[in-house]
């Protein structure tokens, strides 16, 4: 499974910004795909996760500002983020899980693939 974000970049507090991620490969027995973020010198942190039947979890720091969604006909998980905030700023990371989730976690250690990531900067 591959996984390639796009649609970072520079935003002032306040605004808006769409991730997206887009999979290849072998997907047929992945279930959960996630977001997470990770600042310099830092832990990675998960921001939101939504399974195949539509079940999503986000960090408390997020939620009602953050938005996944999926769309499975082209193979892309989004994140929609709104009403940005300056400690949002991070390089952001797609995750997918190899088939073993039930529910949509946001523990890092669950998910086998890893896209490169693309850098969110809110000012």
């Known amino acids: 499974v591959q996984l390639v974000e796009s649609g970072g970049g520079y935003v002032q507090a306040g605004g808006s910004l769409r991730l997206s991620c887009a999979a290849s490969g072998d997907l047929n027995s992945v279930n959960v795909m996630a977001w997470f973020r990770q600042v310099t010198g830092k832990e990675r942190e998960g921001v939101a996760a939504?399974?195949?039947?539509?079940?999503?979890n986000y960090a408390d720091s997020v939620r009602g500002r953050f938005t996944i969604s999926r769309d499975s006909s082209k193979n892309t998980v989004f994140l929609q983020m709104d009403s940005l905030k300056p400690e949002d700023t991070a390089m952001y990371y797609c995750?997918?899980?190899?088939?073993?989730?039930?529910?949509?976690?946001?523990?890092?250690?669950?998910?086998?693939?890893w896209g490169q990531g693309t850098q969110v900067t809110v000012s």
């Open positions: 995750a997918a899980d190899p088939g073993r989730l039930l529910r949509p976690t946001l523990d890092e250690y669950e998910y086998n693939y």
């Open positions: 939504r399974d195949t039947d539509g079940s999503t």
